[in-house]
């Protein structure tokens, strides 16, 4: 009976240090809850904090909003893989804020799309980005010790979150001065072509990223080049705002994105 019972006691114990060591976010990692009245929900939000930061100083820093934040921290809440975001930004003793925000799960579509498709509905980003806007925004600067203006303030996705990225710096433009714009899912609507072509002068700085691989079915290299030459032609190229990387071989998932986002935080800072 003794053996039973230790034997159960080691399954436990190793069950749960497996368990415990799932966990890949750094110590400079921590989660927050906050009511999202805009999308009748409470948000998880997930903050990293750059090394340098400690109480003894009054240094403030940029902030980095992201979306999707179950991928960008821990492998144990990815879906498939992470970005390593924290990693990445530890090795390069990085002076940033990052603001996490995770995915409403079922919902996601809808807030990450700015226009429904006929297929897949959507169509709520203006709900989720006046959330980051008018909510999360000023929980951050008042808590945090953030460069609060838009030449300080990036917003940055992957695939949809790619999507809303974009949209979010034409609509907001003195909130979002950088966007990091990953594998951008253009094709859910014609709709975001249609507003980069009636919009002013886009002053955001923009780093535009795809795999030649991505899709069978979605031309994502060539929606993403229609794109950045409605950039093109919304402004001068002499002003260097733009960059655009293609991968060969690059698939659509987190393997792609965690190693380019390095060179694009880099770009962008």
């Not at 925000?101 to 989720?128: Q, S, V």
Request: net charge positive.
């Amino acid at each position: 009976m003794l053996k039973i019972i230790f034997a159960a006691a080691l399954l436990l114990f190793i069950t749960y240090k497996i368990t415990a060591q799932e966990s890949t976010a750094s110590k400079q990692v921590s989660t927050f809850t906050i009511e999202a009245p805009q999308l009748k929900t409470t948000k998880k939000i997930w903050v990293y904090l750059p090394k340098s930061y400690t109480e003894n100083t009054e240094k403030r820093y940029p902030v980095i909003y992201m979306h999707d934040a179950q991928n960008l921290f821990d492998k144990k809440t990815s879906y498939a893989g992470e970005w390593e975001v924290d990693e990445t930004l530890d090795r390069l003793n990085a002076n940033v804020i990052v603001i996490g925000i995770e995915h409403g799960n079922e919902k996601r579509m809808d807030e990450l799309t700015p226009y429904k498709n006929e297929k897949y509905g959507g169509g709520k980003a203006d709900d989720y980005l006046d959330f980051i806007v008018n909510t999360l925004k000023p929980h951050v600067d008042s808590v945090y010790r953030t460069k609060p203006k838009a030449k300080n303030t990036t917003i940055f996705g992957s695939s949809l979150g790619g999507l809303v990225s974009f949209y979010a710096v034409l609509k907001y433009p003195k909130v979002f001065g950088k966007a990091g714009v990953f594998s951008p899912s253009f094709w859910f609507t014609n709709d975001i072509y249609e507003l980069m072509e009636k919009s002013p002068k886009v002053k955001a700085k923009i780093y535009f990223l795809c795999g030649d691989s991505e899709s069978k079915d979605v031309d994502v290299v060539a929606d993403m080049n229609k794109m950045y030459k409605l950039l093109d032609e919304n402004r001068c190229y002499c002003l260097h705002l733009q960059q655009k990387v293609i991968v060969k071989g690059g698939e659509h998932n987190e393997k792609l994105w965690r190693e380019g986002f390095e060179k694009a935080y880099l770009w962008l800072e």
